[in-house]
Structures are given as structure tokens and as C-alpha cells.
């Protein structure tokens, strides 16, 4: 049985006792990082898809506190990822532009430390990427290229965010995994998925090529990154102090080529840390607490998001199947990346969440 821990985070908690919270709920999920050894490299895997601040991208705070954890038990601690192609874009002539290292900058995530931080993009093409391919990648005929920092680290923590998003219903544990992609896997699996003229729109002028497969399998690629990181990764750790409930992944959703449709923000009363070393039960930990939180989200602006996802055609209304049928969590299980038996423990977390979370997350 795997194991999930929400840990409730009043909205007023003092910058200490945010830290003491998270300090405490990692070294109880990584069991004292008891698989830590002294010089060992730790990447820690953001989501850093836009320049835009948390929790349109990661929590700089929880970030810094597990990287400074992490250091004090004697790792060397990375922090990597690749922004989306609409603030970076790469092929094999070289970047054409964008850089995710001044994302990580101006969303805030770098907040004037001196953490090592790694653009996958700033390899060459040739030489910073792999081919990944298995028996068991099997959406992907030809595997899918990812950064070799993968191979070269002993130890993988993820970091993601609760938000929707408009191409793939939500992005959490599983999506966060696409930034360690070449870019051109990354629009190999965007040309099977909804909206794809957009992303096609932003490859214009680059060698990219974005060809549909007709494998129809958007979500089955997306999860099948993982794939290659399993084996290293120790724990999916979510910080739900604020949550993304309409559009995504930005900030905003542009018009044309002028004007904003901005997402929804919610900071609740009390928010959740969600922890696990299980990949599924993170997710869908997590999951089922943006479901709450979309469930609290006025219509007025629930409005055009449902239309969005009408218009999608391949995800799903939050709170409109269960857990099991969220297609990322359906093609994990299927993949044994996880186990679906969860075990759940609540710290601080009122009645009526923890009353929601556990009827969504019993199987």
C-alpha cells in the first residue's frame, strides 16, 4: 500500500513554522533521506514552464527549503528544467530564443540565492540529450530524446504545481516530467493533443517538424516520461498554499494576438502540503485537492474554462470522472509506475477537506 501525507497550511503561518512544516514533512516522506549518501547530486525538477511567479511555476520557498535541507545533509544539489516552447524554443541548428535560466530568475524561484541552477536547453542538441526507448514506451515508436542529467544525478525530487491546463486538464507530478524533454519529443507528443495548431503556430520558423501519428496517445506519451526518471526518484512533493483553477499552463491565456484572459488564483484559508514517495499517490493526492478547489471557484470564471475544455475534446472537467479515470493516472497504473492502495495520513487539515480528499482517493 503506498502512502500519501497532507500536511494543512493556515493561510497566516509565519515564515518559520512554513519552514519547520515542510522541513519536517520531507524528512518523514524520505524516511531521513536515508537513501542519501554524502556527495551524492540531487536534481530537483521544478516546474519552471513560463516566467510567470508561483503558483503558475513552482514555490520558490519550498524549493529553497529542501535544496538548503538537502545541502546540509551533504548533496549537491541541482535545480533543472526547460521553460515550454512559448518561452523557449531549441532545435538542432541551436536555441532560437527564450531562456529558462532567466525564468527561473524572473518568476522568482531563483530568490537571490546561489543554487546551481541548469538550463536542459544550454547542451548542445547532440550531446546533452539521450534516446530514451523500452517495451514499455510503447506510445512513442521511436523512444523520446531527454537530458542526460537524468543519468548523471543519483537522486530525483519533483516539485510541480496545482493548476488546470487547457491541452491536458491539469498539470501535476506527471506533466512536470515533459521539461525534461528535447524539443523535439516535445512537440512529437503536443501534435497528438488538443489545441495542437498553437504549438505549431509557436515552431513556426524553427526545424521542428510536428507530425500528427495518429496514435491518438497525448496523455500515454506525457506519462511515459517518467519512465525514465523512475528508478531515481525519491519524491513528488506539491505545495498547495495557492492553486491555478482555470486555464493554464500560464498566467494568462492570450487573445489573438493582443489581449489577456487571465486564470484564476485561489489561496486558501488552509492550504496543503502533499507528499509521497509513490509517484500515483501523489498525484492523486493532489489531484483530489485542486477537484476541492475547483469546486470553490465562482462560475464566472469557471465559465470559459469549461468551454475550453468542451472545445478540447480530450480532457476532462475537474470533478467529472474519478481519479482512476484521469487519463494520467489510468496509463500509470497501467505502467505499474505506482501503487493505487493509498494510505492516507492528514495533519491540520479541516473536516470537510479531508472528508473530500479521502472519498476521492479510496479506489
Known amino acids: 500500500m503506498s502512502k500519501v501525507t497532507f500536511q494543512g497550511i493556515d493561510k497566516d503561518i509565519s515564515p518559520d513554522e512554513f519552514k519547520c512544516k515542510v522541513e519536517e514533512l520531507f524528512l518523514t516522506v524520505n524516511n531521513d533521506c536515508s537513501w542519501l549518501q554524502r556527495g551524492d547530486r540531487v536534481l530537483l525538477k521544478p516546474a519552471l514552464n513560463s516566467p510567470h511567479p508561483y503558483p503558475s511555476t513552482s514555490d520558490p ?14 548533496a549537491e544539489v541541482i535545480v533543472g528544467d526547460q521553460s515550454g516552447i ?7 541548428s541551436g536555441k532560437k530564443y527564450g531562456s529558462t535560466i532567466t525564468n527561473f530568475y524572473k518568476s522568482g524561484m531563483s530568490k537571490g540565492s546561489k543554487l546551481k541552477f541548469i538550463a536542459f536547453e544550454d547542451r548542445k542538441w ?7 526507448k523500452t517495451e514499455r514506451t510503447q506510445s512513442w515508436e521511436d523512444g523520446f530524446f531527454v537530458t542526460k542529467w537524468i543519468q548523471e544525478v543519483d537522486h530525483i525530487i519533483s516539485l510541480p504545481r496545482l493548476s488546470t ?15 525534461v524533454l528535447r524539443e523535439d519529443s516535445r512537440i512529437q507528443f503536443h501534435a497528438n493533443g488538443p489545441y495542437a495548431s498553437f504549438i505549431r503556430k509557436l515552431a513556426k520558423g524553427s526545424l521542428l517538424k510536428m507530425e500528427d501519428d495518429k496514435r491518438d496517445s497525448f496523455f500515454e506519451k506525457i506519462v511515459e516520461i517518467s519512465l525514465t526518471l523512475h528508478d531515481k526518484l525519491r519524491c513528488t512533493f506539491f505545495t498547495g498554499t495557492k492553486a491555478q483553477t482555470t ?4 498566467r494568462h491565456v492570450s487573445v489573438g494576438d493582443q489581449g489577456l484572459l487571465p486564470a484564476h488564483i485561489i489561496s486558501p484559508e488552509t492550504g496543503l ?5 509513490d509517484q500515483i499517490a501523489a498525484e492523486i493526492g ?11 471557484t465562482p462560475w464566472q470564471h469557471k465559465s470559459l474554462h469549461k468551454l475550453m475544455i468542451w472545445i478540447n475534446g480530450q480532457a476532462k472537467e475537474l470533478g467529472k470522472q474519478s481519479v482512476v479515470e484521469n487519463p494520467f493516472i489510468k496509463h500509470a497504473l497501467s505502467l505499474g509506475i505506482g501503487d493505487p492502495n493509498i494510505s492516507a495520513t492528514y495533519n491540520d487539515v ?3 477537506i479531508q472528508e473530500f480528499i479521502q472519498k476521492m482517493i479510496v479506489i
Do not use: R
Open 61 to 74: 520557498v519550498t524549493l529553497h527549503i529542501i535544496a538548503d535541507l538537502l545541502i546540509q545533509k551533504g
Open 86 to 92: 512559448g518561452y523557449v524554443l531549441q532545435d538542432a
Open 126 to 132: 547532440d550531446e546533452g540529450f539521450y534516446n530514451f
Open 165 to 179: 491546463h487547457a491541452q491536458s486538464g491539469v498539470t501535476l507530478g506527471f506533466k512536470n516530467m515533459v521539461g
Open 247 to 250: 486555464f493554464g499552463p500560464d
Open 273 to 277: 502540503l502533499i507528499a509521497s514517495s
Open 286 to 296: 493532489a489531484l483530489s485537492f485542486l477537484t476541492y478547489l475547483y469546486k470553490q
Open 350 to 352: 479541516p473536516n470537510d
